[in-house]
């Protein structure tokens, strides 16, 4: 028997994150999973993205992928093995040389209101002040025609959080799986219902991207990846790359599993609202999950046709 070249089993795998706690946390447990599954430890190495440098509107910065630029370099050029990223803020467009080695199960992907005085979103006055700094979520709240007053925020999860204060905002709206992550889901107060806010598509999922090439790492990979998050977030992201929207559009896109007749069903949602909230569109498909990229692209040809384009447009 021949031994393994030295090392290389056990060889440390570099994963490269975003120095924020919110990336840390989600880059930790995809570490610790890759290391629970084979035995390989795994280290972060932080890398700074221009998302993180600017203080700058996510859309001033040119929108999609302000944080992930930065760490595909680092993956294409080896300076890191493992990428994790909120899959919401990924482009559309695959990038050369890398892929998506796992999607691991997803958190709620649903929006969360953190409100004074423990308020719900019906329960809050017209005219209170509700941050938020993505368009959908902006378009969506006013289209409620509660007589919010939005207001735009940018920063990490803390800073947000922490401008619910008297005289400033009366409550935020986020992520519940960033606030799930970091384990600050007890300052919710109320779980948004799809009906009235619809999530970002991938909204609650990861994405772990390799090097194409690089077969050790998608072996390493490969068991942390869930099938039913896949597809849903593949309908979702199909839905807003047929759209020819990028994740700073107004564009919501949510995908759920149920059981049909004929095994299991994906129950795609999806909607396309004006800034002003004057104006949008909503549609639904429901169909086999091993055609979720069909379905993404069936559901956004109807909202198309129903006058999507013009409200993309129109929010650019
Ligand atoms: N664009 C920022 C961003 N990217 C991912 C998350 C939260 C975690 C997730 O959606 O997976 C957030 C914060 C937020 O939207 O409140």
């Known amino acids: 028997m021949t031994a393994p070249p030295t090392g290389t089993a056990t060889r ?3 994963l490269g994150t975003r120095a924020s706690q919110l990336a840390r946390t989600q880059s930790q447990t995809v570490a610790d999973a890759i290391t629970a599954a084979s035995g390989v430890p795994v280290e972060l190495v932080h890398i700074s993205t221009e998302g993180d440098r600017s203080a700058a509107a996510i859309a001033q910065l040119g929108g999609t992928g302000v944080f992930v630029t930065a760490i595909r370099r680092a993956l294409l050029e080896g300076t ?4 994790v990223h909120s899959y919401k803020d990924l482009p559309t467009a695959p990038e ?5 080695a796992a999607v691991p199960p997803r958190e709620d992907p649903r929006d969360a209101l953190v409100a004074r005085d423990r308020l719900t979103l019906g329960e809050l006055p017209a005219g209170a002040r509700v941050g938020t700094g993505a368009p959908r979520r902006v ?4 289209a409620l025609g509660l007589g919010l007053e939005v207001v735009p925020i940018r920063g990490n999860v803390d800073t947000r959080m922490a401008r619910v204060v008297p005289g400033d905002l009366d409550a935020v709206v986020l992520a519940r799986a960033g606030l799930a992550r970091l384990g600050r889901l007890a300052a919710v107060t109320e779980t948004l219902d799809p009906l009235q806010v619809l999530p970002a598509p991938a909204q609650g999922a990861l994405a772990v991207e390799c090097r194409a090439d690089d077969e050790r790492t998608l072996q390493l990979l490969a068991p942390l990846d869930d099938a039913g998050t896949r597809a849903c977030v593949l309908a979702e992201r199909t839905t807003l790359a047929a759209l020819e929207a990028g994740c700073s559009a107004p564009v919501a896109a949510y995908a759920e599993l149920a059981e049909g007749e004929d095994g299991a069903e994906l129950y795609l949602r999806a909607s396309v609202t004006a800034i002003d909230g004057s104006d949008g569109v909503r549609g639904s498909v429901t169909g086999p999950v ?5 379905l993404g692209r069936d559901l956004a040809a109807d909202l198309l046709d129903r006058g999507a384009a013009e409200l993309v447009a129109a929010a650019r």
Do not use: S
């Not at 890191?80 to 990428?83: G, I, L, R, S």
């Not at 050369?96 to 998506?100: I, N």
């Not at 091993?290 to 069909?294: I, K, L, M, P, S």
């Open 290 to 294: 091993g055609e979720a990229g069909r």
């Open 139 to 142: 378009a969506q709240l006013r």
């Open 80 to 83: 890191v093995d493992v990428a």
């Open 12 to 14: 440390t795998l570099r």
């Open 96 to 100: 050369p040389g890398l892929v998506l």
